[in-house]
Structures are given as C-alpha cells and as structure tokens.
C-alpha cells in the first residue's frame, strides 16, 4: 500500500471546481466512446459492412467497436509516461482534443455506399485513435481529482471522475432516444446517426476550458519541485527515466490486480449498454425501450457511486467491493434470465440490480487506485493497470458475447461468461492490501492504525 499525502488540500472553492471539471471531462470523454457502440448496434452493421449478412454485419461492427480497446493500453502507456513527467491536466486536456477531433470525423465520415471499403478502413483508424485517447482521459481526470482531495474524502471526490462514464451512458442514449423519436427510420440511417458524433465539438472546449482554468494537482507540483535544477551535476535524481518502467518495476502486482478489479466492471457494463441492445431487440423489444431502460440502469449507477465511495472513507475500500463483488457474482445468471422475458418489469429489474451492483464496485475505485500507487508512478501505473482491464474485459464482451450465444444457442453461456469476471475480480479485490488510512480528528493523531487487510 503507498498512501502519499503533500500537505493541505486546495480550498473547498476550488476542490469543487476540479471535481466539476473532472465529470465534465469525463462525461464529454466517456459520451464520445460510448456513442460509438450505441451506433454499433443500431446502424453501423448496415452503414459500413452493408455487403454481408446481417450476423455477419453485427459481428463486424461489435468488432470494430473492441478494437478501441486494443489501444486503450496504449494510450495508458504513452499518457502515463508524459502525465508523470509532464503533469496529469496537461495530459487530459490532450486526451480531449484528440477525442474531439476522432469523433467528429467518424461523424463526418462517408458510409460504404460512397467510398466502399475505405469506409470501414478509416472508421476502424478513428476508432483507434478513440482508444487512445480513453486510455490516457482515465488517469488523467481521476488523478486530476483525487489528488487534490484530502485523504478522508478521497472516495468522494473521486467518485466524480468515476460517474463520468454512467452519465454518458445517460446523454448518448438521451441523444440517440431523440433522434429515432424524431426521425423516420431512413432519415436516421441515413444522416440521422451523425449527429451524437458531430455533437461531440463540445469535447475540445471544455479541454481548452481546463487549460486555461484548472492547476495541477499538489501532488504532482510537489514531485515537480522535488526534481534537481538543471546543470545541478551532483544532484541525484528523484524521478525515474521513465515511470512506465519504474511502475513495472516497484508495482508489478498493484497493475496486475488494478486489472483484475475492474474485470468484471467492464465485462457486465459493456454487455448491457451493447450486447443487450442488439439482442434484445431479436426478442421483438423495441430499440426505444431498451435504450430507455439502460438510460434508467444507468442513473441508479450513477446515484450509488458517491454512496458507495462515501461509505468506503468511512469503513475503507475493501469493506465495500468485497460485498459489491459477491453482489455482482450473484446476480449474474439472474440478470440474463430477467432480460430474456422481454418484458419491460423484468428487464428493468435486471437492469436495475446490474447498475446498482455496478455502482458498489465502480465507487471506491478511483480512490483505491490512487492510495495503490507512488505519486512519481501513479498516472503510468494506475493508467496500465486500468486499460488492461478495459481491453481484456470490455473490448470484446460484446464480441465475445454474440459468438457464445450463436454457438451455444444460450444466453445462460453468456452469465457464466459473466460469472467467471466475477469470481476472478473477487480474487483480486481479496488478494489486495487494503489502501485507505482514516485520518483522525486534530488531536488525535497518535491514535490513527491504518485498516488491516
């Protein structure tokens, strides 16, 4: 456990306005990543892969959609590196530009029927570029905040960063529930479908808002301030060449299991703001209610993650993602089974247990992985450890998903798909030391013991 303090939190004024910024940026970020998988499931199979049959055409684009998470990674190392040296906002407002931009050309992009296959071939390029900016935005706006929150409050502001990805499940899907509410069913798949992309010029501003407005973090200008001047032969430097490295190094099984407590988070997410769509809709549910219901999933999502990173300053974090874990293996099978009754009780039923259950392990998490970390190894570290778990189990969970249920005819072999993310997060939570230390009261600081594992 590393559990790094500078020293005096920023003021209340502008712990809020951090934290603002952090789930704007995040929300905006998140909205343009999601709204691709949104699209991936509506229209993209017949926009871009029209030459195939319709099986075929979903599989490819829930492929397309996966292959942003391949770079995922990749953005965690490259942004890690330079957000360590060069500063966590720096590295943000990067990220957000570039996401900016990728998703307002795929908005712009020509379909197959103008430019045939380089249609598909620059949708996929963009995507990647998509993936690389997700992958640096994660550290970069959760550092952005937990670093400036005190340590008993940690779990609360970093609940900020954490909700950004729930709330732009809400905006895209409002977005996209507008649209076919608005438009004929050509009119959508035509031009309409554009829209949620080109909406997404809101990205670059609020990075260029950032910039301009919000400081790094202290934790980062007290690393900033411990380096040697330069032409300071004798000094021995403090910072390693390169964090990556050093992260892999000192913090090997803190990246390992980083990744494997977000496993099961991404698994079941990206299988129920997805997968659900598409196959729901072969069970005759309209495209509007059940984007309607995981609109509703995804509010309860967002309402239990402050509950629950509040509640874990309070107990600590492992008291609370252990239950949540149990909770998220559990209804797994249950989950499924409600979806398949296509009725609108039960799936709201099923979509609500998977939000809140979602919510109890998505909270505490931004805290945890700071507190997991040294501040000269965090972005690189938390980034690497995060995006690991995002590809491996976000990715491809649609993907993988779609295959299991046409190869077995059953949706129960995607629960248990599911439950095996569950069970292997629940080994990493438990093998992980606890991070949180209750700060004590002024006065009374000879009796703080930081929480056993």
């Not at 779609?402 to 077995?408: V, W």
């Not at 095996?420 to 991070?435: G, H, N, Y």
Request: hydrophobic share 50%; net charge positive; proline share 6%.
């Amino acid at each position: 456990m590393v559990d790094e303090d500078s020293g005096g939190a920023p003021p209340e004024r502008v712990l809020r306005r951090v934290a603002a910024a952090a789930l704007s940026a995040s929300t905006l970020e998140w909205y343009d990543f999601y709204i691709y998988g949104t699209a991936a499931a509506l229209v993209f199979n017949t926009v871009f892969f029209p030459s195939v049959s319709p099986v075929v055409g979903t599989l490819a684009a829930f492929a397309t959609f996966g292959v942003g998470f391949l770079f995922r990674p990749v953005g965690g190392v490259v942004f890690g590196h330079f957000g360590d040296r060069m500063g966590r906002k720096r590295m943000l407002v990067v990220a957000m530009v570039m996401m900016g931009v990728a998703t307002t050309l795929i908005g712009l992009l020509p379909t197959y029927a103008t430019i045939g296959v380089a249609a598909p071939i620059l949708l996929v390029l963009l995507r990647c570029v998509q993936g690389l900016a997700i992958g640096g935005q994660y550290g970069g706006a959760m550092l952005l905040v937990t670093e400036n929150a005190p340590p008993h409050r940690r779990g609360f502001y970093g609940s900020f960063a954490q909700m950004g990805p729930s709330l732009a499940v809400i905006l895209s899907n409002v977005v996209f529930l507008v649209l076919i509410a608005a438009l004929p069913a050509e009119a959508f798949a035509s031009w309409g479908w554009r829209v949620p992309f080109l909406l997404s010029v809101l990205v670059i501003g609020l990075g260029l808002y950032i910039q301009l407005k919000i400081e790094d973090t202290p934790d980062f200008r007290s690393l900033q301030d411990s380096a040697p001047e330069p032409g300071a032969a004798e000094a021995t430097p403090i910072r390693p060449r390169s964090p990556l490295v050093e992260a892999l190094r000192t913090h090997p099984r803190q990246i390992l299991q980083s990744g494997g407590m977000i496993l099961v988070i991404q698994v079941y997410y990206y299988i129920l703001i997805v997968f659900m769509v598409s196959y729901v809709g072969t069970l005759g549910v309209a495209r509007s209610t059940i984007l309607t219901i995981i609109l509703i999933s995804s509010g309860a999502t967002v309402l239990t993650i402050p509950l629950f990173a509040t509640l874990s300053d309070r107990v600590g974090r492992k008291r609370v993602l252990v239950p949540a874990g149990a909770a998220t293996l559990l209804s797994a099978f249950p989950f499924f089974w409600l979806m398949e009754t296509a009725t609108v009780p039960g799936m709201l039923v099923a979509a609500l247990t998977a939000g809140i259950v979602l919510g109890g392990l998505y909270g505490p998490m931004a805290a945890f992985f700071t507190e997991m970390f040294s501040t000269s190894v965090r972005y690189s570290g938390a980034s690497v450890g995060y995006q690991l778990g995002a590809v491996v189990g976000g990715g491809f969970a649609p993907l993988i998903a779609a295959s299991l249920l046409a190869a077995t005819g059953t949706i129960n072999a995607v629960a248990a798909f599911v439950a095996v993310a569950a069970v292997l997060t629940l080994v990493s939570i438990v093998t992980t030391k606890e991070s949180y230390r209750p700060v004590p009261r002024p006065g009374a600081a000879d009796r703080a013991v930081p929480q056993s594992s």
